[in-house]
């Protein structure tokens, strides 16, 4: 079965760090892209950042507002994508969901949407 | 960053009724425009992607058009699992941008 799932999510102080990790199955993970997208209570869907495939040197891009203190790495061997969150901000708190995606082409003119999902983890930020 | 506007931000409607969600980008982004659709306490669900390729699985009640600037999702015939909110994801450059939501609630 094609499933990814989230891990690491709980309370955390202000000021502290945090490693949210995905674990994917059923699918060739280096092929894909993996994309992280957050809800803070009762708000929208944000995007965080991504971490490209294997063909794409596994670069990563992130939501301008968050650069800087948030870093996606990801493990091929070990068909996981990890996202580090430091210095965290009470706006920080949400429901961090993984994500998968698929580019036909190297330079990904055309994305086929994040087409799986994982159920989330909630990271509250509170003293 | 290019900004994503959806409209009506909420809509109530019936079992049967057609129902449109309008997306408008900031600027030209071209097809690369996907749907999502999320219930409560859910992941987000892949409706539509490049603007108007159901996904594997999506009923065809369910279409995408547009290309540019405007987008439309269109249910053409609402049932009852269909109450939930839309999202409208722009993937044409970073940062990738959501528009900010279209909740269709029941008449």
């Known amino acids: 079965e094609v499933q990814v799932v989230e891990s690491g999510g709980g309370l955390v102080q202000p000021g502290g760090s945090l490693r949210l990790s995905c674990a994917a199955s059923?699918?060739?993970?280096?092929?894909?892209?993996m994309d992280w997208v957050r809800q803070a209570p009762g708000k929208g869907l944000e995007w965080v950042g991504r971490?490209?495939?294997?063909?794409?040197?596994?670069?990563?891009e992130y939501a301008a507002s968050l650069k800087g203190r948030f870093t996606i790495s990801r493990d091929d061997s070990r068909n996981s994508v990890d996202l580090q969150i430091n210095s965290l901000e009470s706006e920080d708190t949400a429901v961090y969901f993984c994500s998968r995606g698929y580019c036909n082409t190297k330079d990904c003119i055309n994305f086929y949407g994040m087409d799986v999902w994982g159920p989330g983890t909630t990271v509250t930020v509170s003293s | 960053a290019i900004q994503m506007t959806q409209s009506p931000s909420s809509l109530s409607a019936s079992v049967g009724d057609r129902v449109t969600i309008t997306c408008r980008a900031s600027?030209?982004?071209?097809?690369?425009l996907a749907w999502y659709q999320q219930k409560p306490g859910r992941a987000p669900n892949l409706l539509i992607y490049?603007?108007?390729t159901l996904q594997s699985g999506v009923p065809s009640r369910f279409s995408g058009s547009g290309s540019g600037t405007d987008f439309t999702l269109t249910i053409s015939s609402l049932q009852p699992e269909d109450f939930a909110t839309y999202y409208c994801?722009?993937?044409?450059?970073?940062?990738?941008?959501f528009g900010q939501g279209t909740k269709v609630e029941f008449k």
């Open positions: 971490s490209r495939n294997k063909v794409n040197s596994h670069t990563t």
């Open positions: 490049s603007a108007s």
């Open positions: 059923g699918f060739t993970f280096s092929e894909y892209y």
């Open positions: 994801l722009q993937d044409y450059n970073y940062p990738l941008t």
């Open positions: 600027q030209g982004i071209r097809n690369e």
